[in-house]
Nanobody
């Protein structure tokens, strides 16, 4: 089993920044892709950003240029740096880790951006 621990969510004013972290531990054989998704209650979960083990990144158009994603392979940790935050970024953010066996999801962390 793999455990994901997320941190870094909270309340911030529009234009501000937050940094999310997600650390994976447990029975990890091989982590391929790590990333972040976000969701409004009652709506579908949407991609924010992903990063492969080789460092290739992918971003949603809505966050391109404002968010960056990075990972520390030695620590099995992925980071999401969110700058120039907008009220529409208010969501629950979920960490996603894809291993050679199956994908895993974090418990979610709330990000609220006030106008």
């Amino acid at each position: 089993q793999v455990q994901l621990v997320e941190s870094g969510g909270g309340l911030v004013q529009a234009g501000g920044s937050l940094r999310l972290s997600c650390s994976a531990s447990g029975n990890i054989f091989s982590i391929n892709r790590m990333g972040w998704y976000r969701q409004v209650p009652g709506k579908q979960r949407e991609l924010v950003a992903t990063i492969t083990s080789g460092g290739s990144t992918n971003f949603a158009d809505s966050v391109q240029g404002r968010f960056t994603i990075s990972r520390d392979n030695a620590k099995n940790t992925v980071y999401l740096q969110m700058n120039s935050l907008k009220p529409e970024d208010t969501r629950v953010y979920y960490c996603n880790v894809v291993t050679s066996v199956r994908p895993y999801w974090g418990q979610g962390t709330q990000v609220t951006v006030s106008s």
